[in-house]
C-alpha cells in the first residue's frame, strides 16, 4: 500500500459520509493488525473514539503532512495516550509516516512508541502516559497561540476514567480563567476504564453539569455521527470569550461485538485467530 | 547580604526584554519568588494558575511545546513534589524548554518548619534523564546562572533559598553551567558545596587556617552535570573532600561527588548534610545549627579528615 501525503491546509474540507466511514473502518482494521502485530497494547478506548479522531483529522483540523510543525497547524493532543494506535493509523492515513511503519509498534527502535513520544514521531504534538496532563498542555499551547496572535486551534482528547484525575480539574479552571476560546476538549465518554465500569470504579455523573460550573461551553454528541461530531466542532469555534468541551457518547472496543463495553479489552490484545474474527466483522461493517 | 529571590525577580524581568518568547508562569507564590516583577513588567507573557503545581507543570510543557522559553516557579517542597510525574513525563523526557526554580530549599525556610523545608528536591529532579541541576550560592551566581540557563534550551532545576545570604561574587565574575568555581585554593582538604553552605564554606576555610590547615573552597553550583574534572585535579593533591549542602546527606551534592570521585578516583568524602530527618520550625541559624549544616559542621569534618590521614 502506498502512503498518499495530502494537505490539509484549508479549511471546511467537503463532508462526504460515505468516504469517512470507510476510512475509520479501515482504521479499525489498523488498529487491530498493529495491536496484533505487537502482542499488547490498549484496543478498547483506541476502537471507540476513532469516528471523533477521523472528523478532526479529514474534515476539521487544518495540518500538513509534509510539513508537520506548520506553526498555524491545529494540533490534537491526545491526552490519553495508551489510545496511541488510534492516533497513529490516523497519522499515517494522512500521510505523516508510511503505513508499513504501523507494523513496528512497540518494537524495539521505533518512532511508535507504547505511548506517543512527540520527539519520535511526526504529527504527535504531546508525550503520552499518564494520564490527566494533556489538558495543562493544551492551555500551554492555547495560551502561546493567542500570544502569537495565531488561529489556531487545540483540541485535547482525553478519557472518560481520566476524569478522576485531579490535575483535569485544575485544568478546567484555568482554561476558563484565561477564557480560551481556542481550546476545546473532547471527552470519549466510552464508559469504561481500566477496572471496569466508570460508574462502578469512580462515579463522574453529572459530567456534563461539573464542566458547566466549571464555566465551560458543554456540548454532547453522539461520538459515531458525523454529521453531529462536525457540527459540535463548528459550534466550538463558534464560542466565544471560554473553553469548549465535547461529551462524545461512544462504545469501548466499538466495532468488535466480543470486546464492546469490555473492561478486559481495555488494555489487552486477543490472539490471533480472534483477531482474526474481529477483522472480519469490521471488514462486514 | 543580598536575597536570591529579589535576584530571580530582576533577572527575569531583564530577561523578559531581550527575550520576547520568555513567559513565566506561576502558582499563587509568585509574590514571594518576586516572579510578579514580570508580571507587572510584561502581563500578557505571566501566568497565574493558582494552587495547582501539577497544572502548572503541564501549562508550561504545552507553552515550550509551542516554542516559548518558560520559567516555571514556587516552593521546592511543591515543585518538585507535587509534580515529579509531570516533570518527568514531559518536560525531561522531550527536554522541553522548562527553567523550574525551586525557592525554599533547606532548612533555612525557618519558622514554617519541615513542611515547607525541602531537603530532597534536589535528589528528584538529579535522577531524572536531561534534568540539569543548579543550586547556586549568592544572589549574584542565581542572577548569572538563571541567565545562563535561559540561553541554554532545555530544562533545567534551579534551587534557591529563602534568606537573604552573603554575597560572594561580584558582577564582574564569570559562571558557566557545569563549570565548578575554585573561590579558594588549597592543599590539604577541598570543601565542596553549594547554596548557603558555600559562604558558610568560606568562613569554616578561615577557622582551619588559623588551626594550620590549608582548605580549598570550591563551588559546585552544578550538581548535574557534575564538573568531575575539577574535582578529581583537586583530590589529586589533598587528603579528602567535604561536601556540604542544605539537602539530605542521601542523593544530593554529596551522592553526585561520592558517586562521581568512587568510579575516577576513589578518594576520603565527609558528607555535611542533614542526615537523612525532617526539619522543623525554628529560626534559620538555630535550625542550621541544630541540623549540622553550619560552618563548625564543616571545619569538623575537615579537621577529621586530616586526622585521618
Ligand atoms: C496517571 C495514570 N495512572 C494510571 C494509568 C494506567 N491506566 C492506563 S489507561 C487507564 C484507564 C483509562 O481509562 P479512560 O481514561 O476511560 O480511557 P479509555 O477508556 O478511553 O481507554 C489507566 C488506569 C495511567 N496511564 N496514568
Redesign the pocket.
Known amino acids: 500500500m502506498t502512503t498518499q501525503v495530502i494537505s490539509f491546509r484549508d479549511p471546511g474540507r467537503s463532508l462526504d459520509l460515505a468516504r469517512l466511514r470507510k476510512i475509520s473502518s479501515e482504521i479499525r482494521e489498523d488498529i487491530l493488525m498493529m495491536l496484533s502485530e505487537a502482542g499488547s497494547g490498549?484496543p478498547?478506548?483506541s476502537l471507540?473514539a476513532v469516528e471523533v479522531v477521523v472528523s478532526l483529522f479529514f474534515v476539521k483540523m487544518r495540518h500538513d503532512p509534509s510539513d508537520p510543525l506548520w506553526p498555524d497547524r491545529d494540533r490534537f493532543l491526545l491526552s490519553?495516550g495508551?489510545?496511541a494506535p488510534l492516533l497513529y493509523a490516523v497519522l499515517s492515513k494522512c500521510g505523516y509516516f508510511p503505513h508499513e511503519e504501523l507494523k513496528t509498534l512497540r518494537k524495539i527502535g521505533s518512532r511508535l512508541q507504547g505511548h506517543p513520544d512527540p520527539t519520535k514521531l511526526p504529527g504527535v504534538e504531546i508525550p503520552g502516559?499518564?494520564?490527566?496532563i494533556g489538558l495543562s498542555e493544551g492551555i500551554g499551547m492555547a495560551l502561546s497561540s493567542r500570544l502569537d496572535k495565531r488561529s489556531s486551534r487545540i483540541y485535547v482528547m482525553?478519557?472518560?476514567?481520566?476524569m478522576d484525575?485531579g490535575e483535569v480539574w485544575e485544568a478546567a479552571m484555568c482554561a476558563s480563567k484565561f477564557r480560551l476560546e481556542n481550546l476545546t476538549a473532547i471527552i470519549?465518554r466510552?464508559g469504561?476504564?481500566?477496572d471496569g465500569i466508570?460508574e462502578q470504579i469512580m462515579p463522574i455523573e453529572p459530567l456534563a453539569a461539573k464542566w458547566r460550573a466549571f464555566n465551560w461551553n458543554v456540548l454532547e454528541v453522539d461520538g459515531y455521527d458525523f454529521s453531529s461530531i462536525l457540527a459540535a466542532l463548528e459550534k466550538a469555534e463558534k464560542a466565544k470569550n471560554r473553553p469548549t468541551v465535547i461529551v462524545a457518547h461512544t462504545t469501548?472496543g466499538k466495532g468488535v461485538d466480543f470486546m464492546e463495553w469490555q473492561s478486559e479489552y481495555?488494555?489487552k490484545v486477543p490472539e490471533k485467530a480472534v483477531v482474526q474474527k474481529a477483522l472480519e466483522q469490521i471488514k462486514r461493517g | 547580604m543580598a536575597a536570591m529571590r529579589d535576584a530571580l525577580g530582576e533577572v527575569l524581568v531583564s530577561l523578559g526584554a531581550r527575550d520576547p518568547k520568555l513567559v513565566v508562569v506561576g502558582a499563587d507564590t509568585t509574590g514571594s519568588l518576586k516572579l510578579s516583577a514580570f508580571g507587572t513588567k510584561y502581563p500578557d507573557r505571566f501566568f497565574n494558575v493558582g494552587i495547582a503545581e501539577q497544572n502548572m507543570i503541564g501549562v508550561s510543557a504545552g507553552l515550550a511545546l509551542a516554542g516559548k522559553t518558560v520559567i516555571a516557579g514556587t516552593y521546592a517542597v511543591f515543585m518538585p513534589g507535587r509534580a515529579v510525574d509531570q516533570i518527568r513525563n514531559t518536560i525531561a523526557y522531550c527536554k522541553l524548554n522548562v527553567k523550574l526554580i525551586a525557592s525554599h530549599g533547606g532548612v533555612s525556610v525557618g519558622p514554617d518548619g519541615g513542611s515547607h523545608q525541602a531537603l530532597e528536591d534536589v535528589a528528584t529532579m538529579r535522577v531524572i534523564p536531561n534534568m540539569r541541576v543548579i543550586v547556586p550560592s549568592d544572589a549574584i551566581s542565581t542572577k548569572k546562572l538563571i541567565s545562563a540557563a535561559c540561553s541554554s534550551p532545555g530544562p533545567y532545576y534551579i534551587r534557591i533559598a529563602r534568606p537573604s545570604s552573603e554575597v560572594i561574587y561580584s558582577e564582574e565574575s564569570e559562571l558557566s553551567i557545569g563549570k565548578t568555581e575554585v573561590l579558594r585554593d588549597g592543599s590539604d582538604v577541598a570543601i565542596v558545596s553549594n547554596g548557603l553552605l558555600t559562604s558558610r564554606a568560606l568562613k569554616a576555610a578561615e577557622t582551619l587556617k588559623s588551626q594550620g590547615v590549608s582548605a580549598a573552597v570550591l563551588d559546585s553550583h552544578t550538581v548535574k552535570p557534575l564538573d568531575i574534572e575539577t574535582l578529581v585535579r583537586f583530590s589529586r593533591s589533598v587528603c579528602g573532600i567535604v561536601t556540604a549542602e542544605e539537602h539530605n546527606v542521601i542523593g544530593g551534592l554529596g551522592s553526585a561527588v561520592a558517586e562521581s570521585l568512587s568510579e575516577s578516583r576513589p578518594t576520603r568524602i565527609r558528607r555535611v548534610g542533614v542526615r537523612d530527618v525532617f526539619g522543623e520550625s525554628g529560626e534559620t541559624e538555630e535550625l542550621m545549627a541544630k541540623y549540622g549544616v553550619t560552618e563548625r559542621d564543616i571545619s569538623e569534618a575537615a579537621m577529621k579528615l586530616v586526622k585521618e590521614r
Open positions: 490498549h478498547g478506548g471507540s490519553k495508551h489510545a502516559g499518564p494520564e490527566g482525553m478519557g472518560d476514567g481520566e484525575e470519549d466510552n469504561v476504564q481500566q466508570t469501548k481495555h488494555g
